[in-house]
């Protein structure tokens, strides 16, 4: 099998295997990173893409938020499929290991590398800006969050566990997690965009507030 006709086989999987993925999580997020993924490598100067390509369209194949919190299940069904397809084993244990590290929580593993940096900024760049901002709403809908709740303080004052439990609304997740993001780009050319999609949702925050509390005269 080429390159060419592996990355369109497993892009038919993956399409396939996400075709009931909450809208943030689907195979358009696996589009966008892709081409944020390539973009950024072109950037950077990075010749050989197979890894980045696989490791894109694979990334999120059984994403543990979605299965009971086992962080094993993607790396091990992206292994099986590229096996069944003869890709070399060194190739899958790098896929593998870019699956199980991408994600925020186990980034403080010992494990890194170009490709698995420039995959962490290309799915991180996809949670900024409009896109970020709806993506965290929906992933706040999917969950009954709120949008909102003065009440609820937005830096977690209890345990992280407790504070998870609290349902806490969805824009705190932007104090949270997403305008935390811009400073944990790794690439030059991931930091620029970042930015200016950090600047988006900085004005949204101010916005939203200002309209929930009538600071804004709209006659
Ligand atoms: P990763 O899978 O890269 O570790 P997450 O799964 O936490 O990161 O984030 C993926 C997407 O889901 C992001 O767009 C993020 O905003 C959204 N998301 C995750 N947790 C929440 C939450 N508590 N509230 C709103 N959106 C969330
Ligand atoms: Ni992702």
């Known amino acids: 099998m080429t390159e060419l006709e592996?990355?369109?086989t497993t892009k038919q999987f993956v399409k396939h295997k996400l075709s009931d993925a909450e809208a943030g999580h689907d195979w358009f997020h696996i589009q966008r990173v892709y081409q944020l993924a390539l973009h950024i490598a072109q950037k950077e100067g990075i010749n050989d893409l197979l890894i980045i390509?696989?490791?894109a369209l694979l990334h999120d194949i059984a994403d543990a938020k979605f299965h009971d919190g086992n962080e094993d299940l993607g790396?091990?069904?992206a292994g099986q499929f590229l096996e069944k397809h003869a890709v070399n084993d060194a190739v899958i244990n790098e896929v593998k290991l870019i699956i199980k590290h991408i994600s925020f929580k186990t980034e403080a593993a010992s494990y890194t590398s170009d490709d698995l940096k420039i995959?962490?900024?290309?799915?991180?760049?996809?949670a900024m800006g409009a896109i970020g901002i709806a993506r965290a709403f929906n992933f706040g809908g999917y969950k009954n969050r709120a949008l909102y709740n003065p009440e609820i303080p937005s830096?977690?004052?209890q345990s992280k566990a407790e504070y998870k439990a609290s349902k806490a609304?969805?824009?705190n997740h932007f104090d949270e997690k997403l305008l935390l993001l811009k400073d944990q780009m790794h690439t030059k050319s991931a930091k620029k965009i970042a930015q200016k999609r950090h600047n988006?949702?900085?004005n949204f925050v101010e916005r939203f507030k200002q309209e929930w509390y009538l600071q804004i005269d709209e006659a």
Not at 119 to 126: E, F, I, S, V
């Open 119 to 126: 995959l962490q900024d290309a799915d991180r760049l996809d």
């Open 6 to 8: 592996l990355i369109k």
């Open 53 to 55: 390509k696989l490791g």
């Open 75 to 77: 790396p091990q069904i």
């Open 200 to 202: 988006y949702m900085l």
């Open 169 to 171: 609304p969805t824009l």
């Open 155 to 157: 830096k977690p004052q």
